[in-house]
C-alpha cells in the first residue's frame, strides 16, 4: 500500500508540517479497548528529538500543502513555487499505524493547507480520524487542526475523533494579521476556538450525568503564535494569552519564534536568526500565567512592555516588586514561596513536606533542589540572615544575577560595586 | 564491622532487613552476589532468601510509611548501583524506627538522596517507553533490544502491554540479558541463548526481518531529517533530552 513514491510525499509533506509546534501528547488518559490498538498515557511520551531539540511525539504531516490562503509568513502561501502534493486518508492512516507499531510516534498530529475551501479540507481531514478510530481500531493520540471558517458542525465532528484540537492564531492583532494574511480575520479564527470550548464544557457537562457519554477534544484545544514577524509587544501577547487561557479554557498557547521563510516579502522583518531568546522568554512567562498563579499584568505591564531578555521574568518581577521580599522559608504561604526566584514547582511541595518535619536551612534547600544562587537573595531562613535584596538594592542584585559566575562571598559584592559593566547577554 | 552479603534480588534485601533486625547487627557494608570479593577482616553474614522474612519487612514498610513509599523502594532497588543496597537499608531503618512518618522529611539526606534515584530511575523508565524501536519480523510479530541503564524493563512491560495488545512482541535487555516476550496472551519473563541481534544496534539479522522492515525504517528517518528546522539547529538541547548512548539502538539516528 505504501510505495516509494510516498517516501517523496512524506518528504514534501513532513517539511511543510515542521513550523507548526505544537507536540503534546499529554492530557487524556484512554486505556486499549477490545484489544485493537493503543492507548493514551496522560503524562505524554516524547519518542524521539530533533537536531533542534524539540521533541518528536507526533507524526506531524500535512494532508496536502496547496492552499488558496496567501499569508505572508508561511511557507506554503499559494504564491510560493514549491513542489505541491497531497496524501490520501487511507496513506495517512496506515503509515501511522505502521510507525505506532513500531513505537516511532505516539500518535498523529494533521494539519493541512486550504484547499477549494475550509470545509472541503476540514471534512477531509476528519475521515483520516474517523478512519483511524473505526477501521483500525486505534486508541492513540490524534490532534486535528480546525481550518479557520470551517463549519461548526465538522469541527464538531472533529472533536469527537480528536484527543485535541487546535486553531493557529498567529498574529496577536487583527491589524496585523489583516496584513500579513488577506484571507484570514479574527472572526475565522476565534469563531472554531469557541465553538470548540463550547463543545468540551458540554461534554463535560454530560459526562458528569452519563459517564458513557461521548468525549470531545478530551485533551482540550491549543494554538500558536508567531513571535517577532509583527511589532506587537510581549505585553499584547500575554494578554492575550492569559484571556486565552482563563476565558476559553486552552491547554496550551505555543510561542514560535519566526523564521523568515518567505524572504522576498518586504512586509515581515528581515532577521538573521530566530529570535529564540524572546522566545524562551516568553515561555518563561506562559509558565508563570499557567503554573505559579502569576496575572499577565505582573509580568508585563505599560511600564514594561516587553519581557527582560537577560534575566528570567520571575526575577524581573521581583526585582520590580523588592517590598514583597525576603520571604521565609519556614512559614511563607506556597504561593508565596512559588514566587521567589530559584524555587519552583518542584521545590516547593518539598519544602512544604519538609518543614512541618524541622525547621529549614539553606543547605536544606540546596538539597532540595532550591537554586540558590537566585534565592539567596530573596528568602530567609533558619540560619543567620545574608545579605538580601533588602540591604542590597534591587539594582545591585540585579548585576549580581547577571554575573554567572558564582558568588562566595560578600567580598564579591564589595568588588561588582567597582566595575558593575556586565556583557548584556551570553 | 559487619559485611553481610545477599543473593542481588529485592527480596534478598528484604530479608536482609528481617535478619539484621533479629541479630540486632546492621550493616556496614553489603556485598552483592557470589562474585563479590572476600573480605580481609572478620566473617562475610551472608543471607538465605527468605520470601516470608521479606513479605513482612514489605508490609511493616507500608505501615510505617506508605505503600507508594514501598513501591518507591522497590523502584530504587532497580538502579542496581553497588552503593544502593545499604543506602535502602539506612532508608528502611530511618522508616521503621521513627515514630513519624519520615518519607516526607526532605531535610535529611537520606530521604533526599533516595528520592533523586528514583526520579533517576523513573526517567530512565520513561525514557525506555519512548525510545523503544519495534523491529516487524518475518513471523509478523514485534521485536525490540536495549541496553538500559537501570534495570527498568518491568516498570515499563505494563505499558507495553496496554498499549501493544494486538501484536506479539519481545524486549530485550542486552545488558542484563533477559527480556519479556507477549504472545496475545500473557507476558512472560525470557532469555535467549542464541538471539541473533546485532549488539551495536539492537538490530535482528536481516533473514529474520520482515520484507517492508527496512522500508518503514528508512521512512521514519526521511520523516525524522525533513522536520528538523535547520535554523534552529540546537545539539546541545538535543544531546540533552536523547543521551547518546541511545543513538545506536534508533533508527533514524543510525545507518540504515
Known sequence: MISESSLEK???LAGAAKYDVSCASSGTKRNNTN??????????????????GRCVSLLKIMLSNHCIYDCAYCINRKSNDIPRTSFTSEEIASLTIEFYRRNYIEGLFLSSGVLRNPDYTMERMVAVAKTLRTEHRYNGYIHLKAIPGASAQL???????????????EIPTENNL???????????????????????LESKEERRNHRNAPLFSPSGQSTQLIIGATDDSDQTILKLASALYSRRDLKRVYYSGYIPVNKYDNR?????????????????????????GFRSDEIVNAQNPNLDLDLDPKVTYALRNPQ???VDINTADPLMLLRVPGIGTRSVPLIVMARKHQRLNSSHLQKMGVVMKRARYFITCNELRSQNIQDLKPEIVRQLLLD?????????????LFYPMMPALR | MNVFSFDNTFEGLLTLVFESYRQKQFPDEILCGEGSQNVLFGATNTIATNVLKAERVWKGIISHSSEENAHRIYRVFLSGLPDTPLLLVNYIRLIIDSPKNEETNFALLVVVEINKLHQKVCS????????????KTSEGSYFASFAPLYDVLPLCIPHFHDRYADQSWIIYDLKRNYGFWYDLKNVSRVVFDDLKVNSQNGQLHTSLLAEDEKHFQKMWKQYYQCICIQERRNDKVHRQHLPKRFWKYLPEKGVI
Not at chain 1, 472533529?158 to 493557529?168: I, K, P, T
Not at chain 1, 489583516?178 to 468540551?200: G, H, Q, R
Open chain 1, 10 to 12: 512524506l518528504k514534501i
Open chain 1, 35 to 52: 484489544a485493537g490498538i493503543g492507548n493514551a498515557t496522560a503524562w505524554g511520551i516524547c519518542h524521539s528529538f530533533t537536531e533542534d
Open chain 1, 155 to 169: 469541527v464538531a465532528d472533529a472533536g469527537r475523533w480528536a484527543d485535541r484540537l487546535s486553531v493557529n492564531i
Open chain 1, 178 to 200: 489583516k496584513l500579513l494574511a488577506p484571507d484570514k480575520d479574527f472572526k475565522s479564527v476565534f469563531e472554531p476556538m469557541k465553538i470548540i470550548s463550547t463543545n468540551i
Open chain 1, 268 to 292: 515581515l522583518p528581515m532577521l538573521n536568526t530566530p529570535p529564540l531568546l524572546r522566545e524562551h522568554r516568553l515561555y518563561q512567562a506562559d509558565w508563570l500565567l499557567r503554573f505559579y
Open chain 1, 324 to 326: 514583597m521580599f525576603p
Open chain 1, 404 to 416: 554567572k559566575k558564582p558568588i562566595g562571598t560578600d567580598d564579591a559584592v564589595q568588588l561588582k
Open chain 2, 124 to 135: 530512565e523508565a520513561h525514557r525506555i517507553n519512548g525510545f523503544v524501536r519495534f523491529q
